[in-house]
Nanobody, 130 residues
Framework: QVQLVESGGGLVQAGGSLRLSCAASGRTFTSHRMGWFRQGPGKEREFVAAISSRTGGTTYYADSVKGRFTISRDNAKNTVYLQMNKLKPEDTAVYYC??????????????????????WGQGTQVTVSS
């Protein structure tokens, strides 16, 4: 069982930056693929970014955030980060951290879909004012 706790959300002006953190419990953090999703007002939850397990050598991004957001992980701290730059009002959403332990090729599928993750945090609000 993995517990995820997000932090770092808040109110920021358009063009500004925020860094979200997600602290994970458990001793198997390195074997988990980590992801960020978001859910804006009246919208469905959508994929934002993901980072592969182990060394995090592979990252994935939604087209809407490419070039502005960066996902990273610190295995020594059991933490994954989402650095968000050049924020736009349309980035306003509750941001959720997600995790899946990857042991098989099948488990590695669906990296940009909610069904590709087994554990979820409670979310942190990000509001970007225009």
């Amino acid at each position: 069982q993995v517990q995820l706790v997000e932090s770092g959300g808040g109110l920021v002006q358009a063009g500004g930056s925020l860094r979200l953190s997600c602290a994970a419990s458990g001793r198997t953090f390195t074997s988990h693929r980590m992801g960020w999703f978001r859910q804006g007002p009246g919208k469905e939850r959508e994929f934002v970014a993901a980072i592969s397990s182990r060394t995090g050598g592979t990252t994935y991004y939604a087209d809407s955030v490419k070039g502005r957001f960066t996902i990273s992980r610190d295995n020594a701290k059991n933490t994954v980060y989402l650095q968000m730059n050049k924020l736009k009002p349309e980035d306003t959403a509750v941001y959720y951290c997600a995790a899946r332990e990857i042991r098989t090729a099948t488990q590695a599928l669906h990296v940009d879909e909610m069904r590709g993750y087994d554990y979820w945090g409670q979310g942190t609000q990000v509001t970007v004012s225009s």
